[in-house]
């Protein structure tokens, strides 16, 4: 299936990389673990891990996968954390942004 959201609800943890399918899986939340496959992620890469919204993932050499996968044991391994990462996903992203960004707009076009 290509329905991203069907897949999303299905899963309990998501591996992505920090793009869009990030902040998708945010908006309904999940356990996420991310990696920067291109240059344009790298700050949704550092929001995200700086909000305690994802966990990061490092690609490369075999020291960075023994780190990703330390990662991985340790907020596997700690259900509180996985929740309350959860928790602050739902924090951050209410699924209202498109909503919000025109009430912003509107409220500009009005004062303006």
């Known amino acids: 299936s290509t329905d991203i959201a069907t897949h999303l609800n ?5 591996f992505s990389g920090a793009g869009t399918t990030a902040l998708e899986t945010c908006c ?9 496959l291109a240059e344009n992620q790298k700050n949704v890469a550092k929001y995200l891990i700086d909000k305690g919204l994802a966990t990061l993932m490092t690609l ?3 020291e960075h996968l ?3 996968a330390q990662r991985i044991e340790k907020i596997l391994g700690q259900e509180n954390a ?3 990462q959860i928790e602050r996903q739902k924090l951050n992203f209410d699924g209202r942004g498109a909503e919000k960004i025109c009430e912003i707009m509107e409220a500009r076009s009005i004062t303006e």
Do not use: I, K, N, P
Request: proline share 0%.
């Open 10 to 14: 299905w899963a309990d943890y998501v």
């Open 28 to 36: 309904v939340g999940r356990g996420l673990f991310v990696c920067v």
């Open 60 to 62: 490369g050499a075999a």
């Open 66 to 68: 023994l780190e990703s």
């Open 82 to 84: 996985l929740r309350e």
